[in-house]
Nanobody, 115 residues
């Protein structure tokens, strides 16, 4: 069992930056592939970025070059650095942990990009 708690969301102007954090507890963090998803109103939840246990990263095309996912296994935390934010990045961002067919979700954190 893994508990995930996201933080770092908020309101930011277009072109601004935010860093999301997801703190994990309850299991061995380093064995999980970690990912960030987002869900805008009326839309399906979509994968934003993921990082494997060996540090391999992948991103959805719309965030490449702007977002960076990283993990600190010593702190049981995964981060999403978001730069050059756009209004279309507005969504609830969810942290996800996957391993061996099991999947865990955080409660989400709201990111709003607006002037």
């Amino acid at each position: 069992q893994v508990q995930l708690v996201e933080s770092g969301g908020g309101l930011v102007q277009p072109g601004g930056s935010l860093r999301l954090s997801c703190a994990a507890s309850g299991s061995i963090f380093r064995i999980y592939t970690m990912a960030w998803y987002r869900q805008a109103p009326g839309e399906q939840r979509e994968l934003v970025a993921a990082i494997t246990t060996s540090g391999i990263r992948n991103y959805v095309d719309s965030t490449k070059g702007r977002f960076t996912i990283s993990r600190d296994n010593a702190k049981n935390t995964v981060y999403l650095q978001m730069n050059s934010l756009k209004p279309e990045d507005t969504a609830v961002y969810f942290c996800n942990a996957k391993n061996n067919g099991l999947s865990y979700w955080g409660q989400g954190t709201q990111v709003t990009v607006s002037s």
